[in-house]
């Protein structure tokens, strides 16, 4: 029976794939994906204390159905992320990336905005309501969100003065594979100059070793 011999340090690479992922997505997906956390962390944290030792989040009591929208948009944020994470095309949706960031994050800002109104309305007549750091830190991730989708924007009209300024194509299919382009001509020179800087110091030492030679003698013709 063949031995075949396990392959070792299988979640070393995968980690080491990720992190190499993660350091080639853009600034603002990173941003972005940090506000789709700590919303994701602020639902599950208490919403509201009432009655001395009771509390609920985002997804109990009156407030039940804002934490399950606000789940579904941080649901659908994720998946587009990491679809951009593995370098998966993302389906076409019919408004701008940096529309859809913003407006969720906008969203998400608003509806704990409604939250803690209604909170508010339905627990005023407990006299030990009180408003717990839940909604403040999924109100505070709906704000990383929405200014992770203002740099996409932003970053997106640089983008676009560049490529009128380079007559560069619009269709981003194009353009990605421009990109990569670019990125393995870049690899290429980095090699050719290393290959270079190698046959240089080997000429190098080779003059040298030739300079050390001792000169022949001439005696021998006098």
Same mark, same amino acid.
């Given at each position: 029976?063949?031995?075949?011999?396990?392959?070792?340090?299988?979640? #070393?690479?995968?980690?080491?794939? @990720?992190?190499?992922?993660? %350091?080639?997505?853009?600034?603002?997906?990173?941003?972005?994906? *940090?506000? @789709?956390? *700590?919303?994701?962390?602020?639902?599950?944290? =208490?919403?509201?204390?009432?009655?001395?030792?009771? !509390?609920? #989040?985002?997804?109990?009591?009156?407030?039940?159905? *804002?934490?399950?929208? @606000?789940?579904?948009?941080?649901?659908?944020?994720?998946?587009?992320?990491?679809?951009?994470?593995?370098?998966? %095309? =993302?389906?076409?949706?019919?408004?701008?990336?940096?529309?859809?960031?913003?407006?969720?994050?906008?969203?998400?800002?608003?509806? !704990?905005?409604?939250?803690?109104?209604?909170?508010?309305?339905?627990?005023?007549?407990?006299?030990?309501?009180?408003?717990?750091?839940?909604?403040?830190?999924?109100?505070?991730?709906?704000?990383?969100?929405?200014?992770?989708?203002?740099?996409?924007?932003?970053?997106?009209?640089?983008?676009?003065?560049?490529?009128?300024?380079?007559?560069? =194509?619009?269709?981003?299919?194009?353009?990605?594979?421009?990109?990569?382009?670019?990125?393995?001509?870049?690899?290429?020179?980095?090699?050719?100059?290393?290959?270079?800087?190698? @046959?240089?110091?080997?000429?190098?030492?080779?003059?040298?070793?030739? #300079?050390?030679?001792?000169? =022949?003698?001439? !005696?021998?013709?006098?």
């Amino acid at each position: 029976m063949p031995y075949y011999p396990r392959r070792k340090n299988n979640g #070393n690479d995968l980690a080491k794939k @990720i992190g190499y992922l993660l %350091k080639n997505l853009r600034f603002y997906h990173k941003l972005e994906g *940090i506000g @789709i956390l *700590i919303t994701l962390i602020g639902l599950f944290l =208490p919403w509201i204390s009432y009655d001395a030792e009771k !509390s609920t #989040n985002g997804f109990q009591n009156v407030g039940y159905l *804002i934490g399950w929208i @606000i789940l579904i948009v941080i649901g659908v944020l994720a998946l587009l992320l990491i679809l951009r994470l593995f370098d998966r %095309k =993302p389906p076409k949706i019919p408004i701008k990336e940096y529309t859809l960031i913003f407006m969720s994050g906008a969203q998400i800002v608003l509806l !704990s905005c409604i939250a803690f109104s209604i909170y508010s309305s339905f627990f005023h007549v407990t006299a030990s309501y009180e408003t717990r750091f839940g909604i403040g830190i999924t109100l505070f991730g709906g704000v990383v969100v929405a200014f992770a989708g203002y740099l996409a924007w932003k970053e997106e009209q640089e983008e676009n003065s560049k490529k009128t300024f380079l007559h560069l =194509p619009d269709d981003e299919e194009t353009v990605h594979d421009l990109e990569r382009y670019l990125q393995k001509t870049k690899q290429e020179h980095k090699l050719l100059s290393v290959e270079d800087e190698a @046959i240089q110091s080997g000429r190098e030492s080779h003059t040298q070793s030739d #300079n050390r030679k001792e000169p =022949p003698n001439l !005696s021998m013709f006098g």
